[in-house]
């Protein structure tokens, strides 16, 4: 957890939520069926950012990326309501 909490320190007042971790989730299919879904997410959290370049710089050297082989950071803007 150390490493995690120095990357929250890094970010500073652009850690909006510093998020948890995932369990296996579930989706609601058209028909109103619910299944465990197969989007595999570990985590997140919410971060802002002048653009979204300054909050992908905010992911290099992520905690997550040193886990294994494959692991990635995905980052979804807020659309524009």
Do not use: K
Request: aromatic letters at 12%.
């Amino acid at each position: 957890m150390q490493a995690w909490f120095a990357w929250r320190d890094r970010c500073g007042d652009h850690l909006v939520d510093f998020g948890a971790p995932l369990m296996p989730g579930q989706t609601m299919e058209q028909s109103g069926r619910w299944a465990t879904t197969t989007t595999e997410a570990n985590g997140y959290s919410i971060l802002q950012g002048d653009n979204l370049e300054q909050v992908q710089a905010l992911f290099e050297n992520h905690p997550h990326l040193s886990w294994g082989e494959g692991c990635s950071v995905e980052v979804h803007p807020f659309a524009e309501m």
